[in-house]
Each structure stands twice: as C-alpha cells, then as structure tokens.
C-alpha cells in the first residue's frame, strides 16, 4: 500500500539550531515527493519538490531535501531556524501518473526565540 | 484569481444537514483535487476532476459524499445526512497540467471546517 510517513510530530527548536524532518514513503513505481509547509491560519504552501535528476533538492526560504532512493527517505533540512520558521510541515508523495497526493501525519515545529 | 479559494471558510451543520463547500480553482486549470483533513492529521485524498471529469473518486468515504465540476472550473463538494465524523477542514487543490500527470506545484485553498453539532 502506498504511504507517507512523517518521524516526528512535534519539533521544539531555538532559533539558529539546524532542523531535520524525517520523512519515509512505501510507493511502487516512479514517485514525485514534495514538502508543503502550512503557517498559522495559511493556507498549504510548497516548499520544494522532487520529480526526477538531482536528489539534492532546493526549495524557498534556504530549505533543501535529499531524495535517498535505498532508504525511501525525503528528510527536509535547514541549517538554521527562524522564529518564522514556526508552521506546520507537511511530506506528501505522487505518483508521476497519478493526481492525487498522500499526506504524512505532519510534523508541528515551534522556534523559540 | 490569485489563488484558489473556498467559501465558505466556516461551517456549522446541524447532524442530518446537507451542506455545499465551494471551490474556485486557478483560472486555467485543468486539475482539481478535493482533500479532507481530520484535526492533527494530514490531509487525505477524496476526488479529482480533469476539467469537468471526475477520474478518480476513491477517496470519498461514502455515497453521502458527491463532487461535481460541471464546467471544468468550479467545483462543489456536497455532504448529505451529515455526520459528526465529518467535521475536518475540507480542502481544494488544483493544477495546471491534467492527464493524471503530477509533475507540477498542486496549490491549495485556505479550506472549509466543517463542525457537524
């Protein structure tokens, strides 16, 4: 069965310190991952996405993710937080010929400043 | 429009009540997504329309449940007989390519929350 899983739900960080959000997907067949972010009261932004090609991607606001094929992982990383940074996180895996998207449970992350 | 956007953004339905959301997509776009997002759960797959056709419906939960995009632009989810379990944010996604082909950004709508008393 096709799934998205999200590590961990509630991430507490202090401004400056590096974040990483694990992110693992059972999927068969070719696979798009991306990353979404939802601020308080917004609604889901992407933050970045992968289809094909470099597995190291870019995405706004100095976030990158790294597609790692053997691990089925997609963990998103930051070097250093912001207050602003505080929001809801969100992985989500699709097909390339399918529409719909599947959601981890996503993970919370609060930046104290 | 600048955005895809939903109304209403807050409902409240009495149990047994039928209720409408709205969704008006990105002009142009081909792909519309219907998502519903249980409290502290990330958003699950209910039904996709490629312009006025509806492809895949597997995610709706009941036959209570109908989606309809009659023109290719705007969509409405229905709920009929609702029920407490329905209460969650109701969301509308859409794309600009179609074909099944997700190889572009999908963007969101604020959403609907629904709360069935």
């Known amino acids: 069965a096709q799934s998205v899983s999200q590590h961990n739900h509630h991430v507490i960080l202090s401004e400056a310190a590096s974040l990483e959000l694990g992110c693992n997907y059972s999927y068969g067949g070719t696979v798009n991952l991306f990353w979404y972010v939802q601020y308080p009261g917004q609604h889901l932004q992407l933050l970045l996405k992968?289809?094909?090609?470099?597995?190291l991607v870019k995405g706004i606001k100095g976030f990158e993710a790294e597609f790692i094929k053997s691990k089925f992982s997609f963990n998103l990383r930051k070097p250093s937080v912001q207050w602003s940074d505080t929001a809801e996180y969100f992985c989500a895996g699709g097909g390339s010929n399918t529409g719909k998207l599947i959601f981890g449970q996503g993970t919370t992350l609060q930046v104290k400043p | 429009g600048a955005g895809v956007s939903q109304s209403p953004r807050y409902k409240v339905a009495k149990r047994g009540q039928d209720v409408a959301l709205r969704c008006d997509p990105i002009s142009g776009h081909v792909s519309l997504f219907w998502y519903q997002q249980a409290l502290g759960q990330g958003p699950e797959f209910l039904t996709y329309?490629?312009?006025?056709?509806?492809?895949?419906k597997s995610g709706l939960p009941s036959d209570r449940f109908f989606a309809e995009r009659p023109e290719g632009s705007v969509s409405t989810l229905k709920i009929q007989r609702t029920q407490q379990e329905d209460s969650a944010v109701y969301l509308c996604?859409?794309?600009?390519?179609?074909?099944?082909?997700?190889?572009?950004?999908?963007?969101f709508g604020q959403g609907t929350r629904l709360t069935v008393v």
């Open positions: 329309f490629q312009n006025e056709a509806q492809l895949d």
């Open positions: 992968y289809f094909s090609g470099d597995p």
């Open positions: 996604a859409s794309s600009s390519t179609g074909g099944g082909r997700m190889n572009t950004e999908a963007f």
